[in-house]
């Protein structure tokens, strides 16, 4: 075989290898959000199967993969899917419809239903399709902050009147301290010298600031408008629906704490510790 033939069936056969069509489904349901203190909240979700929970679905695709997703809307009003500048798409009550996304880069994407905004994101139809570089050995979790006012989701069809927000319950990932600590994808977990990736985003409506006991990461990317690329730190501010890629390298072995510096935000229904806090251990 001459080298030209092998060269261009390496190079078809690596493509194949790193671009994948991955397919997914997406419910969204609704039901009863539980708080650690049996407070229940009515509460939306974007889940992988048509049985409620409080965690959305996170979706992870490595760079260049196709994504093709079949959306189920299991509530009695219509609901949107929405990436900025990627989708828009209407599922219709008790409906379905699917969309077709290509990622060709590294990063982040919030999905959520920009319908009544914020209000159906607010009560937690929003989630993360995080893309990973091809090549990399990382260790990757994922958090997606959002707070609560109790008082907005005693019950299905509340207003919600932001110039009285005043959140009292936190969540990461739809858990809060402890509980959350049993989450793989939130608990930081690490020997020294891995290299560990947090991909974060804010969807709740209050600003979070999220804060490290013990190392200081590096800034892999950002939407934030006040902090930049590659800056060393060990707090970082985000607003609602801003993102950041940290990347940490542990130099020493420790359990140290990563909470949000905005200290209301580590109660739940004013009870302490709960909300934004886990214990980090590095081995
Ligand atoms: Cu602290």
């Known amino acids: 075989m001459n080298k030209r033939l092998i060269y261009i069936i390496l190079l078809l056969f690596s493509f194949r290898i790193h671009a994948a069509t991955v397919q997914k489904q997406i419910h969204i349901n609704k039901g009863y959000f539980a708080a650690l203190d049996t407070t229940y909240f009515y509460y939306l979700s974007y889940n992988s199967d048509s049985t409620f929970s409080q965690q959305s679905v996170l979706i992870t695709l490595m760079q260049n993969d196709s994504l093709v997703l079949q959306i189920y809307n299991h509530d009695s009003v219509d609901h949107h899917f929405f990436i900025a500048g990627k989708a828009s798409q209407k599922i219709a009550s008790n409906g379905s419809a699917t969309v077709r996304l290509l990622f060709t880069q590294f990063g982040i994407n919030l999905f959520y239903d920009d319908l009544q905004f914020p209000k159906n994101m607010y009560l937690g139809l929003s989630g993360t399709i995080a893309v990973l570089e091809q090549g990399r050995d990382t260790k990757n979790f994922y ?141």
């Not at 892999?220 to 800056?231: P, R």
């Not at 140290?256 to 905005?262: Q, T, W």
């Open 143 to 283: 958090w997606n902050l959002r707070d609560h006012q109790k008082q907005w989701n005693i019950q299905e069809g509340n207003t919600i009147n932001l110039s009285q927000y005043d959140p009292d319950y936190f969540t990461i990932n739809g858990q809060s301290f402890p509980v959350v600590q049993n989450d793989s994808l939130v608990k930081i977990m690490g020997k020294v010298g891995d290299t560990i990736l947090l991909y974060m985003v804010n969807s709740g409506l209050s600003a979070h600031s999220i804060h490290f006991h013990g190392y200081h990461s590096r800034i892999v990317s950002t939407t934030s408008k006040t902090l930049k690329k590659n800056w060393e730190k060990d707090t970082y501010p985000l607003e609602t629906m801003e993102n950041i890629i940290l990347e940490l390298i542990p130099d020493k072995p420790g359990i140290f704490p990563v909470h949000d510096h905005n200290l209301v935000a580590i109660s739940g229904g004013g009870r302490y510790p709960n909300g934004m806090l886990i214990m980090m251990e590095i081995k």
